[in-house]
């Protein structure tokens, strides 16, 4: 296990990011924030809190549920659905879209499908906290990126969250390895 963000780095990278999405979105009267279920969660409510305190207002978000919109549901992996709460319109809105880490692209190509189930937004931009650059599998970007990480398809970056595992790092897991840990 190799960490490539520790800690400290970590909450530098949530407030750039935040303020990047506060330079192209102003006042946010036209802008909703929508997490992906579960990982994108932590990282959206970490720049909503940092965004609504540095500007002083209250934004739109809601969570994003993709379990029944996966290219892989019917594939007999045992998949648990969460919840989508997305409570206001997103008709003509400017949807900026969250997860924790970008890979293949299938992730956010489900989430779209599902997004459209709720309106037709005006526009849909990306916000990954890592993205794997050199694993797509279809020709989706990120608008909004804390860090590139170049790893081998043998590796694995996992997000820790100080919420979930106590403690906020991102490290780059061998695969093989972790499998003979368990």
């Given at each position: 296990m190799k960490?490539?963000?520790?800690?400290?780095?970590?909450?530098?990278?949530?407030?750039?990011?935040?303020?990047?999405?506060?330079?192209n979105h102003a006042d946010f009267s036209n802008s909703v924030l929508i997490g992906i279920q579960p990982r994108g969660i932590l990282l959206t409510k970490r720049l909503v809190h940092y965004i609504e305190q540095h500007l002083k207002l209250k934004l739109q978000v809601g969570k994003l549920d993709i379990t029944f919109y996966?290219?892989?549901?019917?594939?007999?992996?045992?998949?648990?659905?969460?919840?989508?709460?997305?409570?206001?319109?997103?008709e003509g809105k400017k949807v900026i879209l969250i997860d924790d880490v970008l890979?293949?692209?299938?992730?956010?190509?489900?989430?779209?499908?599902?997004?459209?189930?709720f309106g037709r937004p005006d526009k849909v931009e990306l916000l990954t906290l890592v993205d794997r650059r050199y694993s797509r599998h279809l020709p989706i970007q990120a608008?909004?990126?804390?860090?590139?990480?170049?790893?081998?398809?043998?590796?694995?970056?996992?997000?820790f969250w100080k919420e979930s595992?106590?403690?906020?790092?991102?490290?780059?897991?061998?695969?093989?390895i972790e499998k003979q840990k368990k």
């Open positions: 960490t490539i963000l520790d800690s400290n780095k970590f909450n530098v990278v949530i407030q750039r990011l935040s303020h990047q999405i506060i330079e996966r290219d892989d549901f019917n594939t007999g992996n045992q998949l648990i659905p969460d919840q989508t709460e997305i409570n206001f319109s997103i890979y293949t692209g299938r992730t956010i190509r489900s989430a779209l499908d599902a997004i459209l189930d608008d909004y990126i804390g860090m590139t990480v170049d790893a081998l398809i043998s590796e694995k970056v996992k997000v595992e106590g403690e906020d790092k991102v490290v780059l897991l061998n695969k093989k």
